[in-house]
């Protein structure tokens, strides 16, 4: 029982890893986007 619970807690500390990584890629995704997103405003704004 000892050993089955280690092995869960592992995977459970391996899937948070896992999921902290996707969450910090997605994080610096939407950053890029961000800017894209505000430099196309800002282009639209001086064609005003």
Known sequence: MDDQLK???????????SWEHERTKLIQKNDLIRI???SM??????LE
Do not use: D
């Not at 092995?7 to 890893?17: A, D, G, S, V, Y």
């Not at 405003?41 to 001086?46: H, K, M, P, V």
């Open 41 to 46: 405003i800002s282009r639209l704004q001086e």
């Open 7 to 17: 092995q869960e807690n592992k995977i459970l500390q391996q899937n948070k890893k």
């Open 36 to 38: 894209k997103i505000e």
